[in-house]
């Protein structure tokens, strides 16, 4: 994995760049562009960009509206506001109405974590995943999120790209073809497959060191789109493997996890163990974190070997 750059930033850099290749792209902001990086479009693009204030509300019904007149809009906030505050446009608009617009959710999961619970965005996939038409993007590196940013512009109909605020080792290089609704492997392995998305991705890949020095041969694969998921992908891994952890900075209940084990419980049954939240958090150090509500390398470690020692018995 090669050197640490900030989610945020590439989105930042990515929206720029989308938005010279693509004048229907507007950018809407809630008085959060420094913090999200939009700011980025609109020092360069002023006259196609509108801090709307804090009024998520507000912004996500204006989002609908330049779609409704052809433009591509990308609204942005902090995830937990454009999930929460943000989401009855969301649901009566935008996905009602399968309207083109995509929705960036900064400083997911814990990301912004000396802001604490009020700002950790835990929830957000298991809301918006209910909606009908949406399509929900978790990217894990720099690489993969400007592929995600193009690749969002280019699908038709509504978008919630959600974006870490932290800095990640680079996974990816330019090579990487990103595709909607296909996962990837990183890493092969027949004893255990865990799945992971957005951050935790690199923590799955840690994890996977650790097993391999006590024999454990994991197989780590990153589920970049949370909705379609890669159905094909999850039963097969399942099957070959036989046992699976999800890995997500997120809630254990309608996440990633959920979503792996709605197809699993549908079409092939697999010990399968969760990694995600299950309480409010608090503010500290990110890193800290993410030992303590066990969403770092070696708690995905130790799931893993727990499903591994289920599928023995």
């Not at 890949?205 to 094909?232: M, Q, S, Y």
């Amino acid at each position: 994995m090669g050197n640490l750059i900030s989610i945020r930033d590439a989105y930042g850099n990515a929206l720029a760049r989308l938005g010279e290749s693509n004048p229907k792209v507007v950018v809407l902001e809630t008085d959060v562009g420094s913090s999200t990086k939009s700011a980025v479009f609109g020092s360069k693009y002023p006259e196609r960009y509108f801090n709307i204030g804090i009024s998520e509300l507000d912004m996500n019904a204006m989002a609908a509206g330049f779609a409704s007149s052809g433009l591509i809009p990308f609204t942005n906030t902090f995830a937990i506001f454009t999930a929460l505050r943000g989401g009855d446009p969301i649901n009566s608009l935008i996905c009602y109405d399968k309207l083109n617009v995509k929705l960036a959710g900064a400083y997911s999961g814990l990301s912004d974590s000396y802001d604490g619970a009020s700002h950790h965005s835990t929830c957000d996939i298991s809301v918006l995943r209910a909606l009908p038409n949406l399509t929900i993007l978790s990217v894990c590196d720099p690489v993969e999120t400007e592929k995600a940013v193009f690749a969002a512009a280019a699908h038709p109909g509504p978008v919630y790209l959600r974006l870490s605020r932290a800095a990640t080792p680079t996974i990816f290089d330019e090579s990487y073809s990103f595709e909607i609704g296909k996962g990837v492997v990183l890493r092969d392995g027949n004893d255990v497959t865990i799945f992971a998305t957005g951050y935790p991705v690199h923590k799955a890949l840690e994890a996977a060191e650790l097993l391999e020095k006590d024999g454990i041969h994991a197989r780590v694969v990153n589920l970049h789109t949370i909705k379609p998921l890669d159905e094909e992908l999850v039963i097969r891994c399942a099957a070959e493997t036989g046992a699976v952890v999800t890995a997500e900075e997120h809630s254990i209940y309608g996440g990633l996890g959920g979503a792996v084990a709605e197809v699993l419980a549908r079409e092939c049954p697999t010990p399968m163990e969760f990694v995600g939240t299950s309480t409010y958090t608090e503010s500290g150090d990110y890193e800290e974190l993410l030992a303590k509500y066990g969403l770092n390398g070696p708690a995905i470690y130790r799931k893993a070997k727990q499903v591994f020692q289920r599928k023995k018995k």
